[in-house]
């Protein structure tokens, strides 16, 4: 190479054509005229670098290889954007090489001369900008370009950060946000050596806020912004927090100090514009778009990340505290009056979402702390206290605890030191909390009361609590609400006697501001809700809410309500003036008379409504007849446009929850819209915004036949529509579990309202009555409903269904499965669908949480009646298969056909999350579990067939549950265990509601339902089962049991039942035992025998049966002392069996009827009674198999019935023994004869004797009690007191004592077993027959019979103790006839009557019998002579009196 560097510059400058080529292109061209060799391009560029080093002139060497265009020294030019090479290691070495040669040169450190040369090329990118942020895209190649550049030179340690920080201060006004940016991401320099090196920490912290507002304007603009942006403003807020808030362990510099600061004050800074904005109301501005820009980097995804979790706190702490501090102008008096203007609803949505991101990163309870430091240390801003208040107690359902707590130190502290501004503060903060609503926090009336209603209220320990109480109370009456005046009025402080004043010098002063505010205490409406601390409606809308709640409660009573009564006495003004005239709108009236109408006649006829006033109204009502236009409808306003309606209101809300579900992004604002949507509920329901009623604890509902008023149930359908819409929206883009709680707000809005028995209703239409009919959509959104109404089952009121539960209330999730049937084909499949929804959707939605928290959300017997129907419906089911492994259960929310439901629930049943659930005990599906659900079942409409129904029933009761341990829910291969829980399934549901065709009018039938004869069937079979393994043990020697396991469930369950003399529990009782009576009739005859001894001769063992008979069915008989044909025909077919069975047939017969003579009498009466029809049974099988005559005691009943047929036929024949049995069969025959014709019968019985002559008016008491009983047979009544007359009167004219039979005891060996043939009723009404045959007594009987005057004070005082009791029923005045006995009526039809004439008859019959009948009074008395004391003492003092005594005067007793 010849000349100098200088001149080979020169000479390639100018070149043979003079055209000055680029320092590539002559590399370009050496290249393409030599062949490529390693070596020589080596060579070529040590070469290179030697003539670059030769040149003195930096200037001169930039301007040598810049593009001619440029004319500025500007660094970015030195490599082409656009080049591929623009990185290479060439062009790299290149610039080390020049910046180390013009350091070297200039005598500066190379890093120096670097920071400056690129901090001035910085300079240039940002010279121009094209937004006050925003790099363009040319810019963003150019610093991209530079940037690289820049760290490889920070890489070989020839860049300074410090001084190049200190340059790009120097032009910090046309510096951009994102170059900054971008020099802490490619890691040039971080944001914190920047903002570090600023020499004037006041002029950074004005360019910083300045800057960042305009970044968070960028980000609300109506384009989305980009991910840079995004990031920007999160690695600023992340830089800011983090200097803010340094960890603890960090060690504090002198720099970190004044970084710190200056953190804090930008942070200060961002947050007092954004709220200044917010307080000038939501207007589409730069400044409102700006502060809804900072406001989002308060959310999660921003804050968290690289900032540690203490900075965090601390940082929300801080925010927590400046919003509440924030321009603390307002007073106490403005917060009293403005508070219900800062409720949640009426919050705006930016403001809500800034404090729920501040609470939910601090917590609940280090919230509440917070919020307590503060007001107890620092001025506040009180709107924005309170309207924190409010989004803590709705957002954080766990506040609600914290806040009663706080406000009981409150109140605590103030009645202690009497500290005033405790007192405030507490008030305050109730009646804030109590403005979301009573399941969110208890109202502001029940707080009062609870409060200072009792003698335990702060207020109680002296005077001068009670001065300082009355003192705060009257300070706020200028400032406060009429509704809190009003609790204060109606809920008054428990105040004693003696300051008494206090109370009443407070409620004056109140009424007086009332009526400044024209609200009048006299105009308070009927319903009106003083819990509620929204405004006093006005006195015409308070009346037509009034009149509608009246209607309601006319419609569910069919009576006139209380307060309606009440107000008509006690409230006449506003009765008169405000109520009348609401009701009695002048309207067309329907044809077809309405609730309203039928209210205003029931009224008329009460006299409550003036006779003026309703023809006024009818003759109004006629004129806008006349006037009503001919396409008019009658009873029908003309509706407003329905969009201004607040249903219209409601549905637009609805709808934008509806839109926010498509958009994720926007969950943060849900609950705002919820609290609108809250709002506008209430006044749809015509309540105030926030009314709400008293709490219930019970909701009563009619399940058969539940029915809704047109608006409340057409806002129901609205609000349900929603739910389902929502679900179907919200899980259309995220599974459940990563929705937002937006289904937890809505539930809440459900059971937060008046509307809440309204939508159990609604459900119960639903899901009862209307399953099937449903949609796929909808039964997702109401499976869905079902989850969360469950898992806030702790704040729902139970449900009394009564007729699906009538012993106890359900919770809300019990009562919702207890709507799910599976009687048919179509209501099982609507219950497999609607199980499977709610399954799948609850351990989706909490998949995250333990299997015993589930249980809150779902009922066990939902989870049970879905096993039932996998069981009963798949055969696969029912073997064991493996779990299938996945990681989750998909959530379709579409419209599936019927065999997608199947395999989804095949899916859900196979899932091992499922089959993990399934082994919790309570969701055990047990033996017991699957009789009651199985007994529901109707077999003509069965899913089923026949032959399937079998094999079903043979699989799950001998395959599945009887091997099962019981600890599993099986029988433990129990079969007596097995039988015993069908009979009580089956007993217990012929007695409820499932086995009824669910009619007004339905009786209990067994059987009446075919579903119960498959099961019944089951039980046979075990009953066969059971007699052959007892009748094996026996026959092999083992000890078993002599009586039936099916009598000890009868004795168990009988035990378990109350007993006394009422009627509700004597029905009880009955019902109990047409069961028991039932299910016998059901099962072989043999059961009734026992278990007979398999041993010769058989004996069968029928002491339990006697036992049910004489303890039970006895006193069930309808007809006296006679059992009822079937169960009497039962016994003797299990007698004949048993017979049957034996070597001895007629010895077997014999003695067992022989038992039955001592043990259970009343089963041979009833075989008299009924032997027309069972003597042609006996005969015919006993003479089939023996072909022999029937045992003997057999013919002596035949005998019995053969004497009594004739003596009425008019021949005499001795009676055969025993004679209680002959005459019980001679009773039966004279009851089927004329009256008339008795005495002629009863004469040819002179020579009987004397025992059966007395069994027969025993016969006849009892069919005179009976009779009595009925009260249905007037004729049947007055012939058998015909009859027991005729008998009396005969036994008279033998001289046959009958006053033992009023004194019978078990213990008498002649008649004592006369008590085993009468039910306990009627030997308790003996008294009563007693003295209803008084007319037929012979006087001289009565004065010769010396027990006669014992027996009859007996009788009178065991009169009186049923007359006491309740047990004396109105006789029939039919049969009442008017006998004398010495001028004297007796038994004029009614017990009061018959007792008089009693009373009449003992002191007439008291003079005139001898002192010596008198002896033993006293002990007759004992204990009773306070039923009637004047005749208990004119029988002591006729005891000592002469002959000359005598009762000069009758006593009156009634």
Not at 103 to 114: E, Q
Not at 435 to 463: I, M, Q, R, T
Not at 796 to 816: H, I, K, T, W
Not at 1168 to 1177: G, I
Request: glycine fraction near 4%; hydrophobic fraction near 40%.
């Amino acid at each position: 190479m010849s000349g100098t560097p200088g001149c080979a510059a020169a000479a390639a400058r100018d070149g043979p054509l003079g055209v000055r080529k680029s320092w590539t292109e002559l590399l370009a061209g050496r290249v393409k005229k030599q062949k490529y060799n390693p070596e020589r391009e080596q060579k070529l560029k040590d070469s290179a670098l030697q003539l670059l080093r030769y040149h003195q002139n930096m200037s001169d060497l930039l301007l040598e290889v810049e593009d001619p265009q440029c004319k500025k020294l500007c660094l970015s030019k030195l490599i082409d954007c656009d080049s591929a090479s623009a990185a290479s290691d060439h062009s790299r070495s290149f610039i080390r090489s020049a910046f180390r040669d013009q350091a070297s040169r200039l005598g500066v450190p190379v890093g120096l001369l670097s920071a400056r040369v690129f901090a001035c090329s910085v300079h240039q990118v940002c010279v121009e900008p094209s937004h006050p942020v925003l790099l363009s895209s040319e810019q963003r190649k150019k610093l991209s370009s530079l940037l690289d550049i820049a760290q490889h030179l920070l890489a070989h340690s020839m860049f300074s950060c410090l001084t190049f920080c200190q340059e790009l201060w120097k032009v910090q006004n046309s510096l951009l946000l994102e170059a900054v940016w971008s020099l802490h991401v490619h890691r040039v320099v971080s944001l914190q050596e920047l903002l570090q090196s600023h020499p004037d920490m006041q002029a950074m912290t004005t360019w910083l806020f300045r800057n960042l507002c305009a970044l968070c304007e960028q980000i609300e603009m109506p384009s989305p912004p980009s991910d840079a942006t995004k990031a920007m403003l999160s690695g600023f807020v992340q830089l800011l927090v983090s200097s803010a808030f340094p960890q603890s362990s960090e060690p504090r510099l002198v720099q970190s100090e004044k970084m710190s600061r200056v953190a804090i004050d930008v942070l200060q800074r961002m947050l007092t514009f954004a709220l200044d904005t917010l307080d000038v109301g939501p207007q589409v501005t730069s400044a409102y778009q700006t502060a809804r820009g900072w406001l989002s980097a308060y959310s999660g995804h921003v804050c968290c990340g690289m900032i540690a979790v203490d900075s965090q706190k601390r940082f929300f702490s801080h925010t927590l505290t400046q919003i509440l501090t924030h321009k603390p102008v307002l007073k106490v008096s403005d917060a009293i009056q403005l508070q219900k203007e800062w409720s949640f609803a009426k919050t705006c949505h930016e403001l809500t979402t800034l404090y729920c991101r501040v609470l939910v990163m601090l917590g609940p309870e280090e919230s509440v702390g917070r919020l307590q430091e503060v007001l107890e240390t620092q001025e506040v801003n009180w709107q924005y206290v309170l309207s924190c208040l409010s989004t803590l107690v709705v957002c954080f359902p766990e506040a609600q605890q914290l806040f009663k707590d706080w406000v009981a130190s409150l109140m605590a502290h103030a009645f202690e030191s009497y500290h005033l501004d405790s007192m405030v503060t507490a008030f305050l903060v109730v009646r804030q909390a109590t403005l979301e609503g009573p399941f969110v926090f208890p109202s502001y009336a029940d707080w009062f009361k609870e409060s200072f209603g009792s003698s335990l209220g702060y207020h109680s320990c002296n005077k001068k609590a009670l001065v300082f109480l009355f003192k705060f109370l009257s300070d706020l009456v200028p400032w406060e609400p009429p509704r809190y005046m009003q609790v204060h009025i109606f809920h008054p402080p428990l105040v004693p006697s003696k300051y008494h004043s206090l109370l009443t010098d407070y409620i004056s002063l109140a009424k007086t501001r009332l009526v400044d505010l024209k609200v009048s205490v006299e105009n308070l409406g009927l319903y009106e809700d003083l819990s509620s601390s929204g405004d006093v409606p006005e006195p015409q809308r308070q009346a037509m809410q009034d009149v509608e709640k009246a209607i309601v409660v006319f419609e569910q009573t069919g009576k006139i309500p209380m307060p309606v009564l009440e107000a008509s006495i006690f409230r006449r003004s506003y009765y008169l003036s405000r109520f009348l005239p609401a009701l009695l709108t002048p309207r067309v009236l329907p044809e077809v008379p309405d609730s309203r109408a039928a209210f205003i006649e029931t009224l008329k006829r009460a006299e409550k409504i003036p006779s003026s006033l309703y023809d006024a109204y009818c003759q109004a009502c006629a004129t806008a007849e006349e006037k009503q236009p001919e396409d008019a409808t009658p009873g029908k306003r003309p509706e407003p446009d329905r969009a201004e309606q607040p249903l219209g209101l409601l549905t637009a809300a609805l709808e934008e929850l509806r839109a926010l579900m498509t958009d994720p992004t926007q969950y943060d604002v849900m609950s705002a819209q919820v609290a609108v949507i809250s709002e506008r509920l209430s006044a749809a329901l015509g309540h105030s915004s926030d009314d709400s009623s008293p709490r219930r604890s019970k909701i009563q509902l009619n399940v058969l036949n539940p029915t809704l008023q047109r608006q409340d149930q057409a806002v129901v359908d609205l609000l349900l529509t929603a739910f389902c819409q929502n679900l179907m929206a919200a899980s259309s883009f995220v599974p459940p579990e990563r929705q937002s709680p937006w289904a937890v707000l809505f539930v809440r809005i459900l059971c937060g309202h008046m509307v809440f028995p309204a939508v159990l209703s609604r459900l119960c239409q639903l899901l009862y009555h209307q399953g099937p009919s449903l949609s796929a959509p909808h039964v997702l959104g109401l499976a869905a409903l079902a989850v969360h109404l469950g898992e806030s089952r702790s704040m729902l009121p139970e449900v009394d269904s009564g007729v699906l539960a009538p012993a106890s209330s359900l919770c809300v999730p019990e009562f919702l499965n207890s709507l799910l049937t599976c009687r048919t084909r179509e209501s099982l499949l609507f219950c497999m669908k609607f199980c499977t929804a709610a399954i799948s959707y609850c351990l989706c939605k909490f998949s995250a949480q333990p299997h015993a928290a589930l249980q809150n959300c779902l009922s066990p017997g939902l989870i049970k009646r879905f096993q039932f129907i996998m069981l009963r419906v798949f055969s696969e089911a029912r073997t064991p298969c493996p779990p299938e492994h996945t990681a989750s259960l998909s959530w379709r929310p579409s419209d599936l056909p019927p065999a997608d439901w199947q395999s989804a629930a095949l899916s859900l049943w196979r899932w091992s999350s499922f089959q993990e659930l399934l082994k919790e005990k309570e969701f055990y599906l047990t033996y017991r579990d699957w009789v009651q659900l199985e007994l529901e079942i109707q077999p003509e409409v069965d899913i089923l067939s026949d032959t399937e129904r079998h094999d079903f029933h043979q699989w799950a009761i001998y395959e599945h549950f009887f091997p099962a341990p019981s600890a599993l829910g099986g029988c433990d291969g129990d079969l007596e265990g097995a039988f015993t829980v069908l009979v009580s399934e089956l007993m217990d549901f012929y007695q409820s509601s499932r086995s009824y065709t669910h009619l007004p009018d339905s009786d209990l039938v067994l059987g009446g339902r075919t579903g119960n004869e498959d099961i019944l069937s089951r039980l046979q079979e075990m009953a066969v089962d059971l007699e052959l393994d007892q009748g094996s043990s026996a026959s092999y020697g083992c000890s078993t049991s002599q009586s039936h396991i099916l009598f000890r469930v009868f004795r168990r369950r009988l035990h378990a039942l109350a007993k006394g003399h009422s009627t509700a529990t004597s029905l009880r009782r009955q019902r109990e035992l047409l069961v028991c009576k039932r299910l016998l009739l059901h099962l072989p005859p043999s059961v009734l025998m026992g278990n007979p001894q398999t041993r010769q001769p058989v004996s069968p063992n029928c002491e339990e049966f006697f036992n049910l008979v004489n303890s039970e069915l006895r006193n069930s008989c309808c007809h006296g002392s006679v059992l009822t044909h079937d169960i009497t025909m039962h016994f003797f077919r299990g007698l004949l069996n048993v017979c049957f069975r034996s070597e001895d047939p007629a010895l077997v017969a014999n003695s067992t009827l022989t038992e039955c003579q001592t043990k259970c009498p009343i089963i041979l009466t009833s075989a008299l009674l009924w032997w027309s029809s069972l003597e042609p049974v006996l005969c015919s099988r006993w003479k089939k198999c023996y072909q022999g005559t029937l045992p003997w005691e057999l013919q002596r009943l035949q005998e019995a019935r053969e004497f009594a047929s004739s003596l009425l036929s008019g021949s005499a024949s001795p009676a055969p023994s025993p004679a209680w049995i002959s005459a019980a069969a001679l009773h039966f025959a004279t009851r089927e004869v004329r009256t008339e014709n008795v005495r002629a019968h009863l004469k040819r019985l002179d020579c009987e004797r004397k025992e059966l002559l007395i069994s027969l008016l025993f016969f006849s008491l009892m069919s005179l009690l009976s009779s009595y009983l009925s009260q249905q047979d007037t004729a049947g009544y007055r012939k058998a007191m015909d009859i027991c007359a005729e008998v009396l009167m005969y036994l008279g004219r033998r001289k046959v004592s009958w006053l033992v039979l009023f004194q019978l005891t078990e213990t008498d060996a002649e008649l004592g077993h006369l008590l085993h043939l009468a039910p306990d009723q009627h030997t308790r009404l003996l008294p009563l027959a007693f003295y209803s045959l008084l007319s037929y007594f012979s006087e001289d009987a009565i004065i010769k019979e010396e027990a006669f005057l014992y027996v009859a004070v007996d009788m009178y005082l065991k009169l009186m103790q049923l007359f006491v009791d309740g047990e004396t029923r109105t006789m029939l005045p039919q049969a009442s006839k008017r006998l004398k006995l010495q001028d004297h009526s007796l038994l004029q039809g009614s017990p009061v009557q018959l007792i008089t004439e009693a009373r009449t008859f003992l002191l007439q019959l008291i003079p005139q019998c001898p002192k010596q009948r008198f002896s033993n009074m006293r002990e007759l008395l004992a204990g009773r002579e306070d039923y009637d004391p004047e005749m208990s003492n004119v029988l002591l003092q006729r005891r000592q009196a002469g002959p000359s005594f005598d009762l000069y005067q009758e006593p009156h007793l009634f």
